[in-house]
Each structure stands twice: as structure tokens, then as C-alpha cells.
DNA sequence: CCTTCGTTTGAATCGCCCT
DNA sequence: AAGGGCGATTCAAACGAAG
């Protein structure tokens, strides 16, 4: 933890008197932030529009149809637009922030470029960048695509010289000994936790995980501190907050919002000191599917495969197929064509070389597990 | 794969004639991209730099007030002249690129936000953003933030109606049968791979790591492309061109990178054509008019087609449209009718009794499909 | 009670060709 | 150039029903 020496509590009793603590302000989140004192608060949290840009209708494969955002919230004119609302909100909240405040801001390829440069320019310090790995984001139902599996975090000093609170020896500790890195992994946020209206009614499009908000406070505030959220939606900075210790202002536009918060919130039983401790994710498990062999090296396109008793020889493509006469796909598929089989484990089915001997391809998928574990250890 | 039809080379004689193929341009890369012909290009991979020493030879307007300049004021002074420089370059390679060719940029949050604003304000197509997970990260040794252990691809076409090349049936053929994400996993540039100087001393100081490129070329050219990289440098984008049978054109300024590079690619054996083949997608398979399975004697008009679980039937009728109940028009439409959906793929919707079995009819397509192809070898 | 299987769903800039 | 038809396309997790 930086700044170690000073332990006394961040919000003194005269500050709490002019500050709106706990609370919801329901209005304009830049009207709200200018009306609070200058240099008063620890840290933003703030999940802004994304400015998504959505043709009509998507449907799944099984024609469903997927439930947009195409809340009037989230539509702008123009980047231009866009950019002017940015700014004025980024401008706002850093008049509030104390001078070793900072922030965060949460968002998707559609916006964050335009706010990291906005952040740049209005002469915020960016400290690190954090990717928010879905661990069961929506496919890209047409093929078309990467999954977009993740979303970027900006952190951000208030500016240059500001001092700010990274409880580095708690998250190492938290990240079993080893420095918490810029990746995190999590999934989306549904179950119980996904707040509904009666029966499966999303009370909001875009409802952040709270093991997300976990993290982020855990990792850059201290206990008493106060965190504003200017798009406060259904508060899941705020129920983050309470749990932890911390302080929170909400500003929200939308009352429906505002009330599921006020609910959700008030339904918090704020956690003891020592529960204060930061949730660990289950490891990411590295799966090495076949085409990384090729790409990382292991295999080069043109090496020759067969079966252990060279029955069968299948090519390796560029692209991580096999190609065996009229047949081409995934290990497991040529390896089960070749056979004229229903199924096929192409990893201990398929041999290679090695020394004038035959190795199934599953000793490099061994190697490469190996490496990865030694890099990262 | 989009584009479905072409199956011609991507660079004919005469383009190859006017482009400088396979290699490299030493000298600046805005005035080399500019001397290139437009709309020649189907793929642009740049690593720029993001570190700009723009303090000397900068010429300001007003000359009398350097001297008073603060802080704030060289701050505003070097992003201005670094975005100056982004879009200067993203500008001339946007020139080159084919109408339907895109851009591959990666940078680190230092740079990546502006790069992505300058990309959208000069009406590039964003497509994804791609996170690359480094397996060994440099650790923060100071413990002040996260372990910086991720650098940020941008996927851009080059405007919105471009249709580029995206190879998803071999990416997820590759990557085990799911979709390729949007985070990827690889190691940094180090062993035998990374380019030394004699003893130790790096030959560059950012050099990528091979695997990145595989799989970027991998995923969004096809055999032939023609790649550019304006900030070459020890020329990975070149090795892994030429390893994957694609064309490339190197800039770089800094001859040491340039004699190092050619080196490293004149080294490099090319895989063979047939490993560096792709997998032939779905969409890019001739298509058979439902029609000519009666025309051919595989369906006789009168033959009672139903769906997978026999909620629906349908009369096939001698000139290729099927009848049900109200219902009448393509097998595709006849089957989004019936459901009441939007849309309907016949081929998988539609079956057929077979020996006590349902089938759909989606095999007879591929058995005409072999047939045909069989007749054309 | 547990297990298995089917259904639902999530910040999504999600076709191509022919007429 | 705009519209309509063809026909290609999904993964992890949670939940509920069925066995």
C-alpha cells in the first residue's frame, strides 16, 4: 500500500457534513458533480454510455432474437457528440477528485479510444490499462468475427503527481504471491446477481459483475474512502462499496434504475473488516488447441503426420487442418475419416517423427502446457 | 471466408509489376506509402512507435512562447504532434489499402487510444480490438500498479462496406472447434527467435514474437495477399509473410533494422502451397439450386418433406417450390412460414425419410456437390 | 437426493448476390 | 442503387424439468 504512513480515517466528519455520503442524486451526472465541492473524493468508478452503433436485429442461429442496447441513453449523434459529452463529464469529475484521486472508466472498442485520449487531454495520468476477460461473453453469432470477449478498464491518476491508493500487497497476496496482472478473468453477470423485473426482465441492459467493482476497490481504495459513480445505474458500485467499507455517491438519470438501487442497496449487510478480502477467480486453465503448435513454431506447415502403425499420413496445413488425400478438417475429423470412424483423438491418434521414432502430436501439447506454466510461474 | 467466389490469385502480373513484392523500402513510411498506387494492398500490419523524442526540430507557430511553456504545454505539444503523426500515416495507408482491404494496428495504452480515435475520425470500419496476453510479462518492479501484461491489437477495415477476409471456419477449426476470442494467448519475443547483436544486445528493441503474426496473417489474408508493414523494423511481419506464402512490403527507416531483417527473411523457407492452403468454407461452395435435385432424379415431385421432429410437412412440387397447408414458395420460405420466423434455411430444416430414418436434405446437396466435383476433376 | 438434458441468454457496431 | 431471396451462423453458464 502506498502512502502507509497515514492512517487516519479519509473522511472526516466536517467533509461528510458537505458531501451527499451514501446517497443516490438522481439528474444529470455533470450538473450533480459540479454542484460538489471541489477535490472531494477519492475515486470515480464510471461506466458511461458506449455509443454502440447496432444495425437492426440480430438473431442467434436458432433465430432468436438478441436483446440490444438500444436504450435512447446510448445514442449520439455523432463521434463529435460523443466526444463533447466525454470530455464534459471527465472534466467535471476531476474537479471533484481530491488531488491523488483517480479514476476508472470502463469500456468497449466502440468508445474507450475516444476516453483514453479525452483523458489524455484533459491531463489525467493514465497508470494502466485492465482487460476484462468474459469468461462466457455472446458468441459472434454470424461468423463473421473474434468474439468479443472482453472489455477495457482505464486507470487513471488525477494527474501526473497525484499520489493514489494501490493496495499492492493485498492483491499480490490475493493473486496467490504473484503481481496482479492487467488481464482479469470473470464472468458476466447473471444469475442472482442479475437484477430482474418480475419474471426475467432485465432491470438494466448492461449490469456489471460485483466481483468486478471487488477488484477495482479493493485494489485502489482504502477503507472510509469515497467513491463516486456518475452513472450510477442499479448501483453495483454502490453494493460493492457498502459491502467493503467504502463510501459511495451515485448519480442516476433514470429513476427505474435509481430505485432498484435504492432496493438492492439497502438490502446490504456491509462485510466485516477482515471479510474485506478480495474475491480470487478460478484460474484460467490453458487449453493449447492444435493450431497454436503451428503458430508458436512446435509444428511447421508441410510436416507429415501418421498413424502409429503408419497406416495413415495426413499433411499439416498452415491454417492448423489436416489435409489426407480427399480429406480435410480438424485432427479429430481427418483422423476419424482416414479410418472411415465415427470419432477419433487426433492428439493420440496422430504420430510424428521424432528421432527415428513415431510420438503421438500429444507430447508437444505436454511440452507446450509446461512452458506456458514456467513463463508464468 | 467472405468473399465467396474468388478463387483467383489476389496479385496478378501486372499489379505485381507496379508493386515493390517481397521488399523493402528503406526511408520514411508516409512518403514510400504515397509513391505506392492506391488501392493496391490487401492487408496493413503496423507496430508504430508510441515513445515520439519530438522536442527537437519542432517548429512552433508562435516562437516566443516556448520559453514560457509549462508542463501542460509540452504535454498538449507532444500528443498534438503524435496524433499529427498517426494520422498522416494512417491516412497514406488507408490510400493504399484495396477498397476491400483492412488494418492491423498494435500499441500499448500510451498510444493505442489515440491511434483508435485517429482510425475512427478517418472512417476506418473498427471490427474488433484484440488483447494479447503476454505469457511473461516484464514485472512491475515497483509496485505501484498492475503488471502491465497485455498489449492491444486494433482490427479495422478500411471503411464500413469493405468486405475483408476473416478465415473463421479455419480459426476455429484451429482453436478446437469454438470460435477464436478476441484475447489471445502468447509468450513475448525471446530464445532463439528474438534477433541479437553478437552477445546479447538486442537487435531491436520491441521485437514481436512470430506467433502473433501467424496467427494475424492467418486469420485475414489468404495465400497471395499482399501485406505492408510501414514500421518493418527486423521484419517479423515479412518472415511470417513469406512462411505463409504471402507477399509483403517492408518500410523502415533505421538501416540496422533493415540489414537485419533481410538476413532473418532471405533464411526462411516458404511451406509448401498445399500446406498453406486454407480450408474451403461453407459459403464458398457452388451453389445448388433445390430445383436441380428433381431435375436430376433425387427427388421426385409429390415426396412429403417434414422437419427434424415431424411438427411440420410439406408437399415437394414438380417445379422446385414446396406446398404447405396456406403455404407455398421456396423451401427456405416455406420453412420460415410454418415456424412463423423470420428466416429459414431450408437445407438443414427440411428432412426426408430414409430407410426409417430422417435425413436432411442438405445431403443430397452434397452428394450433388461430389458429384459435380468428381465430373470437374 | 443427485444427474442429465434441454432451454435460455448475454454492451453486438455480425452477408452476399442478383435483379 | 435499393430491395429481396438465398442460406450461413453460437458458447458458457444458469436454471428448470425430467429421470
Known amino acids: 500500500m502506498l502512502r502507509n504512513g497515514r492512517q487516519a480515517p479519509r473522511v472526516t466528519a466536517s467533509e461528510e457534513a458537505l458531501l451527499p455520503i451514501d446517497t443516490i442524486l438522481v439528474g444529470d451526472c455533470i450538473e450533480h458533480m459540479n454542484a460538489l465541492p471541489a477535490g472531494s473524493v477519492d475515486l470515480v468508478f464510471a461506466d458511461p454510455p458506449y455509443n454502440l452503433q447496432l ?183 454502490g453494493a460493492v462499496a457498502k459491502k467493503l467499507g467504502r463510501h459511495f455517491i451515485g448519480i442516476e438519470r433514470e429513476t427505474p434504475y435509481v430505485s432498484a438501487a435504492l432496493k438492492r442497496i439497502a438490502a446490504i449487510r456491509p462485510a466485516s473488516a477482515e471479510a474485506v478480502a478480495t474475491t480470487t477467480p478460478k484460474r484460467a486453465e490453458p487449453r493449447i488447441p492444435f493450431g497454436s503448435l503451428i503458430e508458436q513454431g512446435m509444428i511447421a506447415p508441410g510436416t507429415q503426420l501418421v498413424d502409429d502403425r503408419r497406416r495413415f499420413a495426413a499433411l499439416v496445413r498452415a491454417d492448423g487442418s489436416l489435409a489426407s488425400g480427399p480429406h480435410q478438417g480438424s485432427i479429430h475429423r481427418v483422423g476419424a475419416l482416414v479410418q472411415g470412424a465415427e470419432a477419433c483423438n487426433g492428439w493420440t491418434f496422430w504420430h510424428l517423427e521424432r528421432g527415428g521414432e513415431l510420438a503421438p502430436i500429444d507430447v508437444l501439447r505436454t511440452d507446450i502446457r509446461q512452458r506456458m506454466a514456467l513463463l508464468s510461474a
Not at 94 to 100: H, Q
Not at 199 to 217: G, I, M, N, S, W
Open 55 to 237: 444495425s437492426e436485429g440480430l438473431t442467434r442461429p436458432d433465430q432468436s432474437r438478441v436483446d440490444a442496447v438500444d436504450d435512447d441513453w446510448d445514442k449520439f449523434d455523432s463521434f463529435a457528440h460523443y466526444d463533447a459529452f466525454t470530455r464534459a463529464w471527465l472534466k467535471a469529475a476531476r474537479r471533484v477528485l481530491k488531488p491523488d484521486g483517480a479514476l476508472w472508466v470502463i469500456g468497449s472498442y466502440h468508445n474507450i479510444f475516444r476516453v483514453g485520449a479525452a483523458l489524455q487531454d484533459l491531463d489525467y495520468w493514465l497508470l494502466n490499462d485492465v482487460v476484462w476477460r468474459k469468461a462466457n461473453p455472446m458468441p459472434n453469432f454470424r461468423g463473421t468475427r473474434f468474439t468479443n470477449a472482453h472489455e477495457t478498464l482505464i486507470w487513471a491518476a488525477r494527474d501526473r503527481k497525484s499520489r493514489v491508493t494501490f493496495n499492492y500487497e493485498a492483491l499480490k497476496l490475493a493473486n496467490d504471491g504473484t503481481q496482479m496482472r492487467s488481464d482479469w478473468l470473470f464472468p458476466i453477470c447473471t444469475g442472482a446477481e442479475r437484477l430482474k423485473n418480475g419474471e426475467d426482465e432485465k432491470v438494466h441492459p448492461t449490469q456489471k459483475p460485483e466481483a468486478l467493482l471487488y477488484r477495482v476497490l479493493n485494489a485502489t481504495t482504502r477503507p472510509g474512502d469515497v467513491v463516486l459513480d456518475p452513472f450510477f445505474g442499479t448501483g453495483t458500485t
